[in-house]
Antibody
Framework: EVQLVESGGGLVQPGGSLRLSCAAS????????MNWVRQAPGKGLEWVAN????????YYMDSVKGRFTISRDNAKNSLYLQMNSLRAEDTAIYYC??????????????WGQGNLVIVS | QSALTQPRSVSGSPGQSVTISCTGT?????????VSWYQQHPGKAPKLIIY???TWPSGVPDRFSGSKSGNTASLTISGLQAEDEADYYC??????????FGGGTKLTVL
């Protein structure tokens, strides 16, 4: 069974930093693109960042470029999101999400339960 | 990276059909057949229900169907059931390995 479990969220002051982790199990983590998607309280989903299987490529939404860094450790089956210079508008539930291989590669087929980050 | 436009809410009675629209631009929805749809119940993670405009993942009933015309994608839910009441989000590939979501639509089953 595919499982994605996020951790590391919490309350942080504006300008502060936080590192989210996503522990993956039930599939061969090293063969999938992985993503972070966030959802502000009562708002819609927002794609944040993704990373290629071997870590050689990573992409970000404009508003987090230069502040957030996505990384992964395939030996530990883990995805990370280092968030620096946090702003109130970064307050959200952050989801780790997997992108399928081949068919449906441009979608997100498994999601974690989410982890709340509050910047205040 | 502007959000795709969805109606804030739609409603229908059990057994009826409803359609949720998702309007983007020629840079996202209009350029790629990579629109996906997600169902989210309160307090839960999103669930993939349609990918590549109109393809069902395994286990998703064919009551859910997707289509696209120009810059607008649509999700149709036929034979509405009480458990379909949820928020629905569209998402489109926007090029250069970036994605854009819609603002979400709340479906109420009357």
């Amino acid at each position: 069974e595919v499982q994605l479990v996020e951790s590391g969220g919490g309350l942080v002051q504006p300008g502060g930093s936080l590192r989210l982790s996503c522990a993956a199990s039930g599939f061969t983590f090293s063969t999938y693109w992985m993503n972070w998607v966030r959802q502000a309280p009562g708002k819609g989903l927002e794609w944040v960042a993704n990373m290629k299987q071997d870590g050689s490529e990573r992409y970000y939404m404009d508003s987090v470029k230069g502040r957030f860094t996505i990384s992964r450790d395939n030996a530990k089956n883990s995805l990370y999101l280092q968030m620096n210079s946090l702003r109130a508008e970064d307050t959200a539930i952050y989801y780790c999400a997997r992108a399928p291989n081949s068919r449906g590669w441009a979608s997100f087929d498994y999601w974690g339960q989410g982890n709340l980050v509050i910047v205040s | 990276q502007s959000a795709l436009t969805q109606p804030r809410s739609v409603s229908g009675s059990p057994g009826q059909s409803v359609t949720i629209s998702c309007t983007g631009t020629s840079s996202d929805v209009g350029s790629y057949n990579f629109v996906s749809w997600y169902q989210q119940h309160p307090g839960k993670a999103p669930k993939l229900i349609i990918y590549d405009v109109s393809t069902w993942p395994s286990g998703v009933p064919d009551r859910f169907s997707g289509s696209k015309s120009g810059n607008t994608a649509s999700l149709t839910i036929s034979g509405l059931q009480a458990e379909d009441e949820a928020d629905y989000y569209c998402c489109s590939y926007a090029g250069r390995y970036t994605w854009v979501f819609g603002g979400g639509t709340k479906l109420t089953v009357l």
